[in-house]
């Protein structure tokens, strides 16, 4: 299976900030990536897919990049509505997850 | 309104079984693969298993395989996720979702205890 490790795991910010999160994979998975945001006690949600396609109805302030192995989603000036636990996901193979990074205020 | 709803979760004692349920609306269902993903409390995403569109070919997590089985009604616009010999560490939130995961459900909460 390929293992998609994310970092940082947690990760305090201020409204307003530049805030990036990375995602490797175990081996070279194209740009089949994908970027969840979730928030407590609701089901996760598309942000990008393809590696740097937003997906319909996303914020701008949201992108991602890399292909291979080396993945990134940065949000440009976080917003209140912002914080919360963001996903890597492979759908190269068998899909998997990162461990998750979870967004906090400062 | 493209939408999946979740439903058949509960308490459960280890070793029983349970029958899951995702109804889709608002979408061509029969076009879509489909995946159940879980999420044990505190915990993160975990892929348990996926569908083709016509019910043909199906995948599991090592950690289900044998023990969980997943079908789909296209007529029913319906997906199912039958999990037999239930065990403590199945007990999640259990998600369905649409094709790329762009669509998910609500989720239903599964717990297995005595």
């Known amino acids: 299976d390929i293992q998609m490790t994310q970092s940082p795991s947690s990760l305090s910010a201020s409204v307003g900030d530049r805030v990036t999160i990375t995602c490797r994979a175990s081996?070279?998975?194209?740009?089949?990536l994908n970027w969840y945001q979730q928030k407590p006690g609701k089901a996760p949600k598309l942000l990008i897919y393809?590696?740097?396609s937003l997906q319909s109805g996303v914020p701008s302030r949201f992108s991602g990049s890399g292909s291979g192995t080396d993945f990134t989603l940065t949000i440009s000036s976080l917003q209140p509505e912002d914080f919360a636990t963001y996903y890597c996901q492979q759908s190269y193979s068998t899909i998997t997850f990162g461990q998750g990074t979870r967004l906090e205020i400062k | 309104e493209v939408q999946l709803v979740e439903s058949g979760g509960g308490l459960v004692q280890p070793g029983g079984s349970l029958r899951l349920s995702c109804a889709a609306s608002?979408?061509?269902?029969?076009?879509?693969?489909m995946h159940w993903v879980r999420q044990a409390p505190g915990k993160g995403l975990v892929w348990v298993s996926r569908?083709?569109?016509?019910?043909?070919?199906?995948s599991y997590a090592d950690s289900v395989k044998g023990r969980f089985t997943i079908s789909r009604d296209n007529a029913k616009n319906t997906l199912y996720l039958q999990m037999n010999s239930l065990r403590a560490e199945d007990t999640a939130v259990y998600y369905c979702a649409r094709g790329l995961c762009d669509i998910w459900g609500q989720g239903t909460m599964v717990t297995v205890s005595s």
């Open positions: 608002g979408f061509t269902f029969s076009s879509y693969w």
């Open positions: 569908i083709n569109s016509d019910g043909s070919s199906t």
């Open positions: 393809a590696a740097s």
């Open positions: 081996q070279s998975i194209s740009s089949y």
